[in-house]
């Protein structure tokens, strides 16, 4: 489904991923774990087009979407759940839900795609008419990832979602993370929670320093010694 070769992206004159290369297969979730400052988020948002990769190939479901601006990722199938929200605070949760399906493929499903947000999450069935910057994290959390759902993505991009967010409510998140898998969204996870990250994922990827140091089974990676150094802190 995604396949990215040998990127390469910059900020300025500052190299932040070298000759990056990883793939993600439908209905899959799959990991990026590392540090803080390795490059996790950086991916992300050159998959997503809000990076320019000054090298290599980002190949969705036969297309390359190096290059492509973001809206025209969100057409082809791609969605993110950006770090920290990112929220339209003074909407109401319902205005920012009707975003998520702003793309013409996504919004004759409207209405369709909102029922399904709201079968998985019935507290923003409750709160539809409440400002998004009103509610609890855990809640603004829930339309961060129903706005994205509502573009009808097949990948879904999800960058550190449990972030911030109380033990019991992280809990939920991830359990909306395999609701999400079971209906054939595939997932990439770039997450802090790691051990948790590993435990529902397929495959992890650990990103050190802007490369790709280590790769398997996400169970394999949970042993891997240089992941238990890296992010475990054991």
Known sequence: MLQVDELDVFYGDAQALWRVSMSIASGEVVSVVGSNGAGKSTLVGAIMGMLRARHGRIVFDGSDLAGMPGHRTCQAGVAIVPEGRRLFPFLTVR????????????????????????????????????????????????????????????????????????????????????????????????????????????????????????????????????????????
């Open 95 to 234: 205005d920012n839900l009707d975003l998520g399906a702003f793309n013409k493929g996504a919004r004759v499903h409207h209405e369709e795609s909102l029922q399904r947000v709201l079968a998985l999450f019935p507290r923003l069935a409750e709160r539809s008419d409440q400002l998004a910057g009103s509610l609890s994290g855990g809640e603004q959390q829930m339309v961060a990832i129903g706005r994205a759902l509502m573009a009808r993505p097949r990948l879904l991009l999800m960058d550190e979602p449990s972030l911030g967010l109380a033990p019991v409510i992280v809990d939920e998140v991830f359990e909306v993370i395999e609701s999400v898998r079971a209906t054939g969204v595939s997932v990439l996870l770039v997450e802090q929670n790691v051990q948790r990250a590993l435990d529902i994922s397929t495959r992890a990827y650990l990103l050190s320093e802007g490369r790709i140091v280590s790769e398997g089974a996400a169970d394999e990676m949970s042993r891997d010694p240089a992941v238990r150094r890296a992010v475990l802190g054991v």
